[in-house]
């Protein structure tokens, strides 16, 4: 499995971006997928996660901004994010789990993207 992530960039406080990530092999659909964040100094956190029924699941300091979304015929999973504050700025990794359902812990994904670099100017 191959994850390419994309959509990253530099973005006004306010303003939105949409994250994609295309992943590669025929066992996509069966398998839960994240998103994770990394700031410089920081440890890699979960952002938003989707089981392979489209229950989604998100950190609490981006619910209701953003939007965890998965096209199972593209074999791709979607972040959209809306009121994007400064605090958001990081690069973002998609990552596929080795569960259907969604969890929050890095050791449960076994496959990453490469990452995509978020910044959010005040």
């Known amino acids: 499995v191959q994850l390419q992530a994309s959509g990253g960039g530099l973005v006004q406080a306010g303003g939105s971006l949409r994250l994609s990530c295309a992943a590669s092999?025929?066992?996509?659909?069966?398998?839960?997928m994240g998103w994770f964040r990394q700031a410089p100094g920081k440890e890699r956190d979960f952002v938003a996660g989707?089981?392979?029924?489209?229950?989604?699941h998100y950190a609490d300091s981006v619910k209701g901004r953003f939007t965890i979304s998965r096209d199972n015929a593209k074999n791709t999973v979607y972040l959209q994010m809306n009121i994007l504050k400064p605090e958001d700025t990081a690069v973002y990794y998609c990552?596929?789990?080795?569960?259907?359902?969604?969890?929050?812990?890095?050791?449960?994904?076994?496959?990453w993207g490469q990452g995509t670099q978020v910044t959010v100017s005040s």
């Open positions: 990552a596929k789990s080795t569960l259907p359902y969604v969890v929050v812990t890095l050791d449960r994904y076994d496959y």
């Open positions: 092999g025929r066992t996509f659909s069966r398998y839960a």
């Open positions: 989707i089981s392979w029924s489209g229950d989604t």
